[in-house]
């Protein structure tokens, strides 16, 4: 038997088995988050099989230049979040606290612009619940409140997921100033990571799908 | 790359991880990519425009997990559980899909 350290669990062999069976289990909750928003892609498609000229005017609307301004800073959050694991790996804690920083720095300012964008989508009478006064023509009304209400879903899923990947980070940087999270127990940091990365993913496909879904050059671009 | 390839002895370090310099290279590629499904939805191409921009995200979803998520570095099993999760994905798309799209 190993001599018995802190950082292990009684029922594990070893620091090695320890850490596997966290990241198997990390791994099994994401795979039901894919599912969870595979469902919902998959709805997306099939809507926009039914309504594809409701679907490429609905995107019309979108503010194309905050939408990549916000994928950009997504990316970015996801490299800062990359460098806090290999930060905690190496048991750097300035390096960790600073990245596990900018990567909630990052996602509120993705939370920012995209609460901008929904007020924005508010005064232009695009909500199309809550009973609040909705603006589409006849013929497309049915077909645009589907986009729209789409839109919010999943955004807004994506959007809560962001703000508990926030409040993580926020644990982790407690964690990170009190000496934490380091070398043998940066397991942790690893699997809030694979979290992180995971909402960034989901980002990667509603960003072209709702923003880049129908051209805009019109021919020649 | 040579920490890449190290195996789990230590108990400490039983992990693979790479190399920072991976991460920077990866995150220029998914700015290269941003770049070029932003670019190539100023033209027309039909439906063309839709299937580029999801074999793009799916090339940025790849790297993601690939590099970032560390599946790269990952032993078997969880190349397998991730594998397994688009698969049932892949049957539940695949289905519904041959469902809607030929009526």
Known sequence: MPAHDAALAHHFHDASQQRRAAELGMWLFLVTEFMFFGGLFLAYLVYRHWYPKEFA??????????????????????LTMALSVHAAAASNRRMLILCLW????????FLGIK?????????????????????????HRLGLATFYNLYFLMTGLHALHMV?????????????YRGGLLGPRSIIVHNSGLYWHFVDLVWVYLFPFFYLIAARGGGHG | MSAAHEHPGSAAHGEHHPQASVYYVVFAALLVLLAVTVGVAQFDLGPLNFFVAALIATTKALLIMLFFMHVRYSPPLIWLVAFAGFAWLAILFAFTLADYLTR
Do not use: C, R, W
């Open chain 1, 57 to 78: 005017l609905g995107s019309h609307t979108m503010d194309l230049a905050l939408g990549t301004i916000n994928t950009f800073v997504l990316l970015t959050s996801s």
């Open chain 1, 102 to 109: 900018g990567t909630i720095f990052l996602g509120a300012i």
């Open chain 1, 115 to 139: 609460a901008y964008e929904y007020h924005h989508k508010y005064v232009e009478h695009h909500i199309p619940f809550g009973g609040l006064e909705f603006h589409a023509q006849s013929p």
């Open chain 1, 164 to 176: 508990i990947g926030i409040v993580l980070m926020l644990v982790l940087v407690v964690l990170a």
